[in-house]
């Protein structure tokens, strides 16, 4: 991936959102539906996380590559993104870039509820 954010399409998989992201009955997605929806994000308006997502790693440019030891690898954002209720939400975000289209997929997020410190 270049520098080139202008050029880069975010991905996000609609079903993600609605059936996982802001599910609280998710077996998986649950507990990350409830820290979303404590900031205000809705089932009835998942185009506003989808923003946000995009928002926070923009944001939150250039992010952390990581290797994984088996698949392609990813790119880690840390910071936070203003939420549908006006607070800043801590959050790291998992993207998967590609070059060819130059592309970033959304992966997950993961709720910052500790402050690094150090």
């Known amino acids: 991936m270049t520098g080139q954010t202008d050029r880069v399409g975010w991905i996000i998989d609609a079903p993600k959102i ?3 992201l802001l599910d609280l009955s998710h077996p998986i997605g649950g507990p ?3 820290f979303l929806l404590r900031f205000g994000f809705t089932p009835q308006d998942p185009n506003a996380l989808v923003l946000a997502l995009v928002a926070h ?5 250039p992010g952390v590559k990581k290797d994984q030891p088996k698949g392609p690898p990813r790119i880690i954002f840390e910071g ?3 939420a549908p209720d006006g607070r800043d939400m801590p959050l790291r975000t998992v993207w998967e870039p590609s070059d060819s289209p130059p592309e970033m ?3 997950t997020p993961v709720p910052l509820t500790r402050r690094k410190t150090g």
Do not use: C, I, S
């Open 18 to 20: 609605a059936r996982y």
């Open 32 to 34: 990350k539906a409830k």
């Open 57 to 61: 790693a923009m944001g939150n440019l």
């Open 80 to 82: 936070t993104v203003t």
């Open 105 to 107: 997929r959304f992966v």
